[in-house]
């Protein structure tokens, strides 16, 4: 039983991971969201290519779809791209944070 007292912690620090780059204050290293260039997906249907294409076009580490009547959190996050949706899965706007 008191192997087990000591074998247990080793297991269960084997489970934690560490992420490969670390997000501080709610930034992801080398990723500043910019708006610039963006405009041109306004009007486009959401799909996975687009949002791939927009989180590259825009340099944000995270895509956040916002359709109608969602809640959205206000914290300010400058890796987040945040993409608003109309009621037909058009984007109507892209904004950063």
């Known amino acids: 039983m008191r192997k087990m007292l000591f074998v247990f912690p080793l297991l269960l620090s084997a489970c934690s991971t560490a992420p490969a780059e670390p997000v501080v204050h709610g930034?992801?290293?080398?990723?500043?969201?910019?708006?610039?260039?963006?405009?041109?997906?306004?009007?486009?249907?959401?799909?996975?290519a687009v949002g791939t294409e927009i989180k590259r076009v825009s340099n944000a580490?995270?895509?956040?779809?916002?359709?109608?009547?969602?809640?959205?959190?206000?914290?300010f996050r400058?890796?987040?791209?945040?993409?608003?949706?109309?009621?037909?899965?058009?984007?109507?706007?892209?904004?950063c944070g």
Request: glycine share 8%; aromatic share 6%.
């Open 27 to 48: 930034e992801t290293p080398g990723h500043t969201c910019k708006e610039e260039g963006t405009a041109k997906f306004v009007g486009q249907t959401r799909n996975d």
């Open 61 to 75: 580490a995270v895509l956040r779809w916002a359709p109608p009547g969602v809640m959205l959190t206000m914290d």
């Open 78 to 95: 400058a890796d987040r791209v945040t993409v608003w949706l109309d009621p037909a899965d058009k984007i109507t706007k892209i904004r």
